[in-house]
């Protein structure tokens, strides 16, 4: 499974993992580093390694802000941001593995939160 | 002259007062924002996936409208800028996804990346030009420190936005000389303030967003400008500081300056 | 008809052993114009080459065949073997069947047939060879470097050495380059301006060095032995006979506040300057875009304190010409413009500098006399964070895709040298490997690590951010322990990558010099010819070529002097004479052939023809200057017309050559 998972991801990210020369310099620039369990630059490791179960099962894959700052600096342009998004779709595209269903929103609304919160989270938590 | 303006949902809801004050601005300096017929929502997020089609079609639908009409397609909302740039790029320059969305669209004549994307601050810096700005301020916002807040959308990916230096961009401080006002930098203006998280962890939002405001208050500003209504949520509800700086929309500021604010 | 003679070489087994190379010698026997053919051993042995010779004479061959190796290997001693049997050498074809044959083939009756075609082809060609004579011009023993930097000075100095003439035109006020600014040497410490400025004393007092300093190369003409160069002294606007160099002019100058290059714009300088104390020339220069004088006519205050009367108003840019046999490039390189990285916060914060700035900050001559201050607030910085591959490896399209070479080990250098003399200082270097493969460059690493207690972080830096009380905040990843860091710093010291200097595209073009897509000088080999340009009389000097440090350059730049004094030893060069020629009354003057000619060997010009009807038309044709040529053959290729051929490669040659292997 995991070998058909990491062509899939490959595919759908684009990203070419063997550019990346281990720098770092995604988890160094990253927002969300420290919620975290496996950060940019082990996305693009672990992805290239084939442990893509680890991945799926981590919920570092609904902790990126989508802020393109890993995108923006990356020095090979690895683009990594590309890859969390790819796992986390491999992941909700499952039946049933929605992170995030329109009768939860409610619940995690407030006056203020503007619609873009809440298509931007849909679109990212569930297929 | 006149634009097409695609205003998103948000502009419609939460955020009428980028909205308002951006169209009253427009008329005073002289061009006028059509707004696109039965346009969609955006999405909110460009999704970052290759093989990811459909969503990103409602973009695709009203980049092909503003073609249609022969004009250039203006926006206000970081996140409606950011996803229209992004498609309008695939739809120029990824066959691939832009033969798939053009199946879709049953289009008369394809869709191929042809609309020009504006954000309403490149049309003050490209069309307007911030010196004719200037010259039209009636209210020069003199010895007020403003800071800029960039966010994330407005200009990454850099490559895709072409609006300025993404990590040092004068757009924005451009356009508050041109008010009277005096910018100031700090270092997290391109910095993210946690986005859509705030739905899911408040906490993770709180923590990126105060550091902005920190930034921001550390280089004593008076308050802070977004385009972003997301942005102006995270700072106003999530950031937590010792001395909360006042956010707004900069259509605000810059209605006030030309006097119409009303 | 020519009598030709073949002669097939068993090269021992290398041949033999897969190709019957007496089948060989008898199957090209029965072709047409074969008068002799037989198969030997070594044909490169004195007995093969006396069978050559013998054979010339009995059988009045006019041309030869050998079917053997690569004529990499052996064509020089096969036409050598001919001219001394009396042959002109350029009737001698080399079939290779070794490299091309018998190597790369195991069954031999394939190989065999292999061979014989190849043998055949070459007869074909040799049908239709005609002698060559190689022409021979003279060399101007005088030799130019382009640039006076530490590569410069060394190529000048041995070539001056040797007893050549050589001129150095530097753009710069004095020579010096980049090592004058750099504070001390890795791996051994020593003093960068201890050990170049006798060098430069040596450069202004050796009697066949002409230094052109504040000069650049305009227009270079002529090949290889016979270049011609415009070189633009530009106007300092002070007499270089008299000024004395006192330095008095530069005290009174009441213009005080133009940004210093020499300091990297980190102190300030007056109109009229002299870059540093050991500058040569040590010549007063007026920059004439910030002197009043010059530019409205009001002060003149530095003529009137120079006791020399050196100051001159009116001196004029000045254009000398001058011949030379041999031209070496030793442009050198600058740290890249760091506006595509202000995620470092290089323009948010004066207290984020360049490792080369860094070098002023640390240098006794420098803007804080050698004492480390922050620029901000001219405090002592208690903690800093060098940065390296600030540019460098970098794909993305904001810096340069190659290592740089240079910085982890000046970096090394700089982070100890810090902790030495600031022992109360926490340094810290980000890294995403450190490269030191010199002579004692690890163990100099790793005492930095070892004996001075730097930290080496392996991970980049993400952001620098400044706040408001002067510190700055770096974000970092550390990847061996899987942290994200977050350091209060004082300092951040950023290891730009370096480029090509900004003239050398220009001067490519000026000498048709190869260049790669970093504007790199390329070298006529790789390895083997490492110091030459392709282009015939072209050498390169130091980072020009690719970058390296000092020690590296100047073994690089030795060896350069070493080829040109090889080249102007020489009193004639003897040409190929394999080279393009022209047939006027085929050439339509379209210019194709000079448009890719990469030597600039061809020009144009007005001919008179007389035409059928007795009347005189003026054509404009092709000329090809042989001593140019290179013999590559693009301008054949290239001319639409036919009327470009390559001797000793003509395109009835080829064709023979073609025919014959398509022979059934």
């Not at chain 2, 973009?59 to 503003?66: D, I, K, Y």
């Not at chain 3, 300093?213 to 300092?236: D, H, L, P």
């Not at chain 3, 290089?346 to 860094?358: A, C, I, K, M, N």
Request: one cysteine or more; charged letters at 20%.
């Amino acid at each position: 499974m995991s070998d058909f998972d990491r062509e899939q991801i490959l595919r759908t990210s684009g990203v070419d993992v063997l550019k990346c020369m281990r720098c770092g310099k995604c988890s160094a620039t990253c927002p969300s580093y420290d919620e975290m369990e496996y950060h940019p630059h082990e996305f693009v490791y672990m992805v290239e390694k084939g442990q893509i179960d680890k991945l799926m099962a981590s919920k570092s894959i609904y902790k990126c802000l989508s802020c393109f700052a890993c995108i923006e600096r990356c020095p090979r342009g690895v683009e990594p941001a590309r890859l969390v998004e790819a796992v986390r779709l491999q992941v909700i595209r499952q039946q049933g593995k929605n992170h995030l269903r329109a009768d939860d929103i409610p619940a995690l609304l407030d006056d203020d939160m503007p619609q873009q919160a809440i298509v931007t989270a849909l679109r990212k938590y569930s297929k | 002259m006149i634009f097409s303006y695609y205003p998103g949902c948000t502009l419609k809801n939460k955020a009428q007062d980028l909205d308002r004050y951006a169209r009253l601005s427009a008329e005073a300096l002289g061009f006028t924002l059509e707004e696109l017929d039965e346009w969609q929502c955006c999405g909110g997020a460009y999704s970052m996936a290759k093989d990811e089609i459909a969503s990103k079609l409602s973009s695709v639908r009203a980049l092909n409208s503003a073609k249609a009409q022969g004009r250039d397609l203006v926006t206000l909302c970081s996140a409606c800028h950011n996803v229209l740039k992004q498609a309008n790029a695939d739809m120029a320059g990824d066959a691939e996804f832009s033969l798939h969305a053009n199946n879709y669209m049953q289009l008369d004549e394809p869709y191929h990346g042809e609309t020009k994307v504006l954000h309403y601050l490149e049309v003050l810096r490209d069309v307007v030009g911030f010196d004719a700005l200037k010259a039209a301020v009636k209210n020069p916002l003199t010895g007020k420190k403003v800071a800029s807040y960039y966010g994330c959308l407005l200009l990454r990916p850099g490559k895709v936005m072409q609006m300025d230096n993404p990590e040092n961009p004068q757009i924005m401080e451009d356009f508050i000389r041109a008010l009277g006002a005096t910018p100031v930098l700090y270092p997290y203006r391109n910095e993210c303030c946690g986005g859509y998280i705030a739905m899911e962890d408040p906490a993770l939002a709180q923590k990126k967003s105060t550091a902005v405001m920190e930034s921001a208050a550390d280089m004593q500003a008076d308050c802070m400008v977004t385009a972003c209504p997301l942005c102006l949520y995270n700072l106003q509800k999530n950031a937590v500081t010792n001395s909360q700086v006042p956010v707004l929309y900069f259509t605000e500021l810059l209605a006030e300056a030309l006097g119409v604010k009303g | 008809m020519q009598r030709i003679g073949v002669f097939v070489c068993w090269c021992g087994s290398n041949i033999a052993g897969t190709v019957d190379v007496a089948a060989v010698a008898e199957a090209l026997s029965h072709e047409p114009g074969v008068v002799y053919s037989t198969n030997y051993q070594y044909m490169c042995s004195e007995a093969g080459q006396n069978i050559i010779k013998d054979a010339i004479k009995e059988q009045q061959l006019t041309g030869v065949v050998i079917c053997s190796c690569s004529p990499r290997m052996h064509e020089a001693t096969f036409r050598k073997t001919a001219a001394a049997a009396g042959l002109n050498p350029y009737m001698v074809e080399i079939a290779n069947i070794r490299e091309q044959c018998s190597w790369i083939h195991k069954d031999m009756p394939t190989a065999t047939e292999k061979a014989i075609i190849l043998g055949r082809a070459a007869i074909a060609k040799v049908q239709l060879n005609a002698p060559l004579i190689a022409g021979e011009s003279p060399v101007t023993k005088r030799a130019l470097v382009i640039g006076g930097g530490i590569a410069g000075i060394q190529t000048a100095l041995d070539i001056a050495e040797a007893g050549f003439e050589v001129d150095i035109v530097e753009k710069q006020p004095t020579i010096g380059g980049k090592m004058t600014q750099l504070d001390k040497t890795f791996p051994t410490l020593d003093c960068a301006a201890c050990i170049l400025t006798p060098k430069m004393v040596d450069c202004a007092q050796n009697e066949n060095i002409n230094i052109f300093a504040y000069s650049e190369v305009q227009e270079v003409k002529g090949f290889v032995g016979n270049f011609t160069a415009k070189i633009k002294k530009k106007a300092r606007f002070v007499d270089p006979n008299k000024c004395t160099g006192c330095g008095e002019c530069t005290e009174k100058c009441p213009m005080k506040k133009i940004p210093n290059e020499f300091n990297l714009g980190m102190d300030n300088r007056r109109a009229i300057y002299i870059p540093f104390a050991q500058a040569v020339p040590k010549i007063a220069t007026i920059d004439p875009d910030h002197c009043n004088m010059l530019k409205n006519g009001k002060c003149g205050l530095c003529a009137k304190v120079c006791g020399a009367g050196a100051i001159d108003y009116k001196q004029k840019d000045e254009i000398v010409e001058r011949q030379y046999g041999a031209i070496v490039v030793a442009t050198g390189y600058n740290p890249i413009k760091l506006d595509k990285f202000d995620e470092f916060g290089y323009s948010l914060s004066p207290d984020v500098v360049t490792s080369l700035e860094f070098e002023r900050l640390t240098n006794a001559a420098g803007p804080t006399s050698g004492t480390l201050l922050r620029p901000s607030d001219g405090k002592h910085p208690h903690t800093l964070v060098f940065v390296q591959c600030v540019g460098s490896r970098d794909t993305s399209g904001c810096g340069k895709p190659y290592c740089s070479k240079i910085c982890c080990m000046y970096t090394a250098k700089h982070a100890m040298l810090v902790r030495e003399k600031y022992p109360d200082t926490e340094v810290y270097v980000f890294y995403i490997d450190v490269r030191t493969p010199g002579k004692n460059f690890d163990e100099f690493y790793r005492r930095a690590v070892e004996e001075y207690g730097v930290h080496y972080i392996k991970g980049m830096v993400g952001k620098v951010a400044p706040r408001a009380d002067g510190k700055l905040m770096v974000q970092a990843s550390d990847l061996i322990s899987n942290e994200q860091l977050h350091i209060e710093a004082d300092m951040v010291v950023l290891a730009a990558a370096i480029e090509p200097d900004k003239t050398a595209r220009s001067l490519g073009t000026m000498l048709t010099a190869s260049m790669d897509t970093n504007d790199f000088f390329t070298e006529a080999h790789p390895k083997l010819r490492p110091v030459e340009s392709p282009t015939a009389g072209i050498f390169l000097s130091g980072v020009c070529q690719g970058p390296k440090d000092i020690p590296e350059t100047v073994s690089q730049a030795s060896a350069a002097a070493a080829k040109v004094i090889g080249l102007l030893a020489k009193n004639k060069l003897t040409g190929n004479p394999c080279v393009a020629t022209s047939d006027e009354m085929m050439c339509n003057g379209c210019s194709s052939c000079e448009k890719v000619c990469p030597y600039g060997a061809i020009t144009y010009q007005d001919k008179e023809f007389r035409m059928p009807d007795r009347t005189v038309a003026i054509r404009r044709v092709a000329s090809v200057n042989e001593a140019v040529c290179q013999g590559c053959g693009a301008c054949t290729v290239a001319c639409p017309s036919g009327a470009m051929d390559l001797k000793g490669f003509s395109n009835s040659q080829i064709m023979a050559e073609v025919d014959a292997i398509c022979k059934m």
